[in-house]
T-cell receptor
Framework: EAGVAQSPRYKIIEKRQSVAFWCNPI?????LYWYQQILGQGPKLLIQ????????DSQLPKDRFSAERLKGVDSTLKIQPAKLEDSAVYLC????????????FGPGTRLTVT | QKEVEQNSGPLSVPEGAIASLNCTYS??????FFWYRQYSGKSPELIMF????GDKEDGRFTAQLNKASQYVSLLIRDSQPSDSATYLC????????????FGQGTELSVKP
C-alpha cells in the first residue's frame, strides 16, 4: 500500500512570497489533515477535510493560508504572503475515518522563510 | 493550561532499562489516545493507541490509560539505542470531528 505522498520535500522562499504544497493521501482515505510542526513542538492541526468538505479550520490563519481538496482526493495548501514565523515542517496525514482510525503521515515539506 | 502536556526531556536511560513516558490531558471528553514516535527529520509514526482504562501491551511497549486522572503513559521495556527519538502523545476528541491534539513531545535517549 502506497503511503501519503507530499511535494516538494524542501522549499526556501523569501518573506512575502507565496508557496504551495501538495498532498496525495492513501487511496480510499476520506479524511485528510494538514499540520504545521514548528521545531521543538508537536504538530498543530491547520485544517481537516472529510472528502472535499472542511471539518475543522479553526487554527488556519485564513488571512494568508488557504487549502483545498476539490475532488476529495489530493489537496493543496497555500501560503500567501509568507512570514518568517511560517518556517516549519508541513505535514499531511490521512485516515479512513476521523475518529478512531490511525492517521498516517506523509514525509512532510520543510519550509524555510528568509 | 496546555491541552496535552508532556515533559520535553531529554529523558536518558541506559540500554536494557525501562523508559517511562508520561502525558496528561485537560479535556475529560477525550476518548482516543495515541503515542507516535518521531525520529529526527522524519514524520510521526504510530506505535500504540489505547481507548479504555488500563494497560495495553504490544511487544516491548505498554500503554497505560487512567481517565479519572486524565493521564496516559508509555512504557518501553528493554530499551534499545534505536528507540532514541521524540515520543508524541496525541489525544482525539470525538466531539471535535476526530481532531488530534498533540503534546510537545518527550525526547528519549537510550545510551549503549
Amino acid at each position: 500500500e502506497a503511503g501519503v505522498a507530499q511535494s516538494p520535500r524542501y522549499k526556501i522562499i523569501e518573506k512575502r512570497q507565496s508557496v504551495a504544497f501538495w498532498c496525495n493521501p492513501i487511496s480510499g482515505h476520506a479524511t485528510l489533515y494538514w499540520y504545521q510542526q514548528i521545531l521543538g513542538q508537536g504538530p498543530k492541526l491547520l485544517i481537516q477535510f472529510q472528502n472535499n468538505g472542511v471539518v475543522d479550520d479553526s487554527q488556519l490563519p485564513k488571512d494568508r493560508f488557504s487549502a483545498e481538496r476539490l475532488k476529495g482526493v489530493d489537496s493543496t495548501l497555500k501560503i500567501q504572503p509568507a512570514k518568517l514565523e511560517d518556517s516549519a515542517v508541513y505535514l499531511c496525514a490521512s485516515s479512513l475515518t476521523p475518529i478512531r482510525d490511525e492517521q498516517y503521515f506523509g514525509p512532510g515539506t520543510r519550509l524555510t522563510v528568509t | 493550561q496546555k491541552e496535552v502536556e508532556q515533559n520535553s526531556g531529554p529523558l536518558s536511560v541506559p540500554e536494557g532499562a525501562i523508559a517511562s513516558l508520561n502525558c496528561t490531558y485537560s479535556d475529560r471528553g477525550s476518548q482516543s489516545f495515541f503515542w507516535y514516535r518521531q525520529y529526527s527529520g522524519k514524520s510521526p509514526e504510530l506505535i500504540m493507541f489505547i481507548y479504555s482504562n488500563g494497560d495495553k501491551e504490544d511487544g516491548r511497549f505498554t500503554a497505560q490509560l487512567n481517565k479519572a486522572s486524565q493521564y496516559v503513559s508509555l512504557l518501553i521495556r528493554d530499551s534499545q539505542p534505536s528507540d532514541s527519538a521524540t515520543y508524541l502523545c496525541a489525544v482525539n476528541h470525538s466531539n471535535q470531528g476526530g481532531k488530534l491534539i498533540f503534546g510537545q513531545g518527550t525526547e528519549l535517549s537510550v545510551k549503549p
